[in-house]
């Protein structure tokens, strides 16, 4: 019964090559996006999907590509990962056609860049 | 711009003494507010959140926090602190317009001593 799930949990990978981070949610909300945590604990927006469509684009590098197959889900796809993309990334869901603010997030994803 | 800022990275409490975690906000309006919690390697859980209705909020785990305007604070409180308690704590924002943006605190990490 996971309310916003991601894969996968852990990513280890060398720097230069292309990964990509899954989420999906089974509340039935119509946004989702994604968040980065860095080493010292700071939360920032990175995008955001409406209805599959891209409402929220922070001055994240072009190397970042999300992709909203459907309402459930957002994929974050990196290219040519760089050390300083080691991080924790976030999901998170909401439902804002309702008015509703609250943000239910994923367990997160821990990438490390070798 | 709307913004958080979290006053104490760390704070320390015993086990079964009150616990205070300040958080000042700037918003140009009435602001929603929330705190969340982060246990160690874990997601993101929300604890309690304002929307301009009572100004004193009740969230879970015993948890409570007073929206006061004239101060521009939102300070979470506990009566009594559990060990279960200790874990990184975030004050957050929600950007005023309709891309349901959350802004994040820096974070105060609580400690519990037996």
């Known amino acids: 019964d996971t309310a916003v799930s991601q894969t996968p949990k852990y990513l280890v990978t060398q720097m230069g090559n292309d990964k990509s981070i899954k989420c999906e949610q089974n509340?039935?909300?119509?946004?989702m996006y994604w968040y980065k945590q860095d080493s010292k604990k700071f939360l920032k927006i990175m995008f955001s999907?409406?209805?599959?469509?891209?409402?929220i684009n922070e001055t994240v590098p072009n190397r970042f590509s999300p992709k909203s197959p459907d309402k459930a889900h957002l994929n974050l796809h990196i290219n040519s990962l760089e050390l300083g993309d080691s991080a924790v990334y976030f999901c998170?869901?909401?439902?804002?056609?309702?008015?509703?603010?609250?943000?239910?997030f994923g367990p997160g994803t821990r990438l490390l860049v070798l | 711009a709307q913004s958080v800022t979290q006053l104490d990275s760390h704070v320390s409490v015993s086990e079964g003494t009150p616990v205070l975690l300040r958080c000042n906000y700037s918003s140009s309006y009435s602001p929603s507010l929330f705190w969340y919690v982060q246990h160690p390697n874990k997601g993101l859980q929300l604890l309690l959140k304002?929307?301009?209705?009572?100004?004193l909020v009740k969230g879970i785990n015993g948890f409570e926090a007073e929206f006061k305007k004239s101060e521009t604070s939102f300070h979470l409180t506990k009566p009594s602190a559990h060990m279960s308690d200790a874990a990184e704590y975030f004050c957050v924002v929600r950007w005023m317009d309709s891309s349901y943006k959350l802004i994040f605190g820096s974070g105060t990490r609580l400690l519990v001593r037996p």
């Open positions: 998170a869901s909401s439902l804002t056609t309702a008015g509703e603010e609250t943000q239910y």
């Open positions: 509340l039935g909300h119509d946004t």
């Open positions: 304002y929307t301009s209705a009572a100004t």
């Open positions: 999907y409406n209805n599959k469509e891209l409402i």
